[in-house]
């Protein structure tokens, strides 16, 4: 585009100031996301000031620490391309940025709000403290509201129409995203730019899950739907539960919840197992985890471990015992099938258990 050209895009979106930002074709991918490494240029007031901005956006993609966050990721710097935006500068009176989880405790139902008076370069930079929002994804209900020491506050409905705008975005990625928003001075809210979420710490707040053996059944293959997830859940909740209790690893009435849907995918408790499991002697969590190919860090304490004792033995008595009678109960219903698909009658003799 030509500069007669440029300047007529320019009158086209309001004219002078405008924001003018690289965007690397390898930018805001979902492991690397490129923030802070290329240039941005705020509040450019003259066309003189924009062309000198553009060239400097380009020449960004070559600057050392681009490269070196290339190498950190593995990827090829010959595959850096810069392409310049140029966008309406929005008189900002509040901005601030969006987690769609929250990204130090890893609860997606959560959204992580922080904002500051004026632009939010200010805010990026850490030249401001922030005021701080938590509020629940679903309920709008605002969990935390800690304010900075400029008294920068947000209104319940702004807080309400950047819940909404943050699920539709997320949605429309299928990924936790990190949005740049502002509010002008007319209370308008307008979205600047969506990402990725690169990294969150995973939430603390459950039990040990795992998704091993669930992956190859469409439940966690990719992202599962609550439809899909609900069938899973009424299937495993009751069989799992009454497995265990059968076979008196567990005690009879023990309430444990089996299922868990986060990230959009379904998990197992494999703590639960393992808490029934590590009663019996000899057990060895280590051994326990590769058999279903999940990858642990078991810190300086290393994995758990049961050695054998006169409790241990005395706790795997009644199991072993009642194994034994579920594998009976299980050759017994399989000798009705053919009864049952041929006659369609309900098994006369034996209670068929999900488990089996």
């Not at 190859?216 to 009454?242: E, N």
């Not at 194994?323 to 109960?329: H, P, T, Y």
């Amino acid at each position: 585009m030509n500069k007669s050209g440029l300047l007529e895009s320019i009158q086209k979106i309001g004219g002078f100031p405008v924001a003018v930002r690289s965007s690397g074709a390898l930018e805001d991918l979902e492991g690397a996301s490129f923030a802070g490494l290329y240039e941005t240029y705020l509040g450019v007031a003259s066309e003189e000031l924009l062309l000198k901005s553009i060239k400097d956006c380009f020449q960004s993609v070559h600057h050392p620490r681009v490269a070196d966050y290339f190498s950190q990721k593995g990827i090829d710097p010959k595959l850096a391309k810069m392409s310049v935006l140029i966008q309406k500068q929005i008189q900002s009176k509040i901005s601030g940025v969006l987690f769609t989880v929250h990204p130090l405790e890893g609860k997606e139902e959560e959204i992580y709000i922080e904002c500051c008076a004026g632009l939010g370069e200010r805010l990026v930079s850490g030249h401001v403290t922030p005021t701080l929002y938590r509020a629940h994804r679903d309920t709008k209900q605002t969990l935390q509201e800690t304010i900075n020491n400029e008294d920068t506050r947000l209104s319940p409905k702004t807080i309400e129409d950047l819940i909404k705008a943050a699920i539709g975005i997320q949605a429309h990625y299928g990924l936790p995203q990190d949005i740049e928003w502002a509010i002008d001075e007319n209370d308008k809210l307008w979205i600047l730019q969506a990402r990725p979420i690169t990294e969150f710490k995973p939430r603390k707040d459950v039990p040990e899950l795992t998704d091993s053996d669930l992956k190859d059944g469409g439940i966690s293959a990719r992202v599962c739907t609550p439809l899909m997830y609900s069938a899973y859940q009424l299937a495993l909740q009751p069989s799992m539960g009454g497995y265990f209790e059968r076979i008196k690893l567990l005690p009879n009435g023990q309430s444990i919840q089996w299922m868990y849907y986060y990230y959009g995918r379904g998990y197992w408790n494999a703590e639960a197992v393992k808490e029934g499991l590590a009663r019996l002697p000899d057990f060895n969590e280590e051994d326990f985890d590769k058999d279903l190919g999940i990858l642990k860090d078991y810190g300086d304490s290393g994995p758990l471990k049961t050695k054998l004792t006169i409790q241990t033995l005395i706790n795997a008595v009644p199991v072993m015992i009642h194994l034994w009678k579920e594998f009976d109960d299980c050759e017994l219903m399989t000798g009705h099938f053919p009864i049952y698909f041929k006659t369609r009658k309900i098994f006369p003799s034996a209670t068929p258990h999900l488990s089996c």
